[in-house]
DNA sequence: GGGGTTTGTAACATATAATTGACATTAAGT
DNA sequence: ACTTAATGTCAATTATATGTTACAAACCCC
């Protein structure tokens, strides 16, 4: 589960802490979807997606068929 | 959670089984996808995306802040 | 080298995505 | 009208995303 949140969270100089507290989840759980070792919900991804004025393909989109 | 998954699985002859079984989920979880009941996983979002020549874009983007 | 901030993990609890199995409804064909 | 395939939905269970609390490693700054 790759993915660009790290890169993105960087330009708008946040912290794994501040993005969290903004979308309204745990730094934890920003921390794992960062280092790929899970696997985000819909949801989830889109309230990143709007705080970081992302699109899904931007930050979630491989062409690669597996995780 | 609007999305596109039902059009786009038409545009490929496939019923909600068909696709289900293809990716691995049973057809409820896709019945309830489509009816936007509910937020699916990255995961799932991609094996959809896959299954069905779109991005993640195509499927379950929207402008709207809100789900 | 000590103190604060950020990040990486871990164990356990909770909410919910997804499965299983079953039944009702709709749509299409004959 | 009857049959069959496809869809919508429900109750109960299982798997897993996310929360909570806590601690250690890494990085700055003084």
Known sequence: MKNNVKLAR???DLTQQQLADR???TRQTINLIEKGK???TLKLC???CHM???T???L???E???E
């Open 10 to 12: 960087i330009e708008h």
């Open 23 to 25: 979308i309204g989840v």
């Open 38 to 40: 899970y696997n985000p």
């Open 46 to 48: 889109l309230a990143i």
């Open 52 to 54: 970081l004025k992302k």
């Open 56 to 58: 899904l393909d931007d």
């Open 60 to 62: 979630f989109w491989s």
């Open 64 to 66: 690669e068929e597996n």
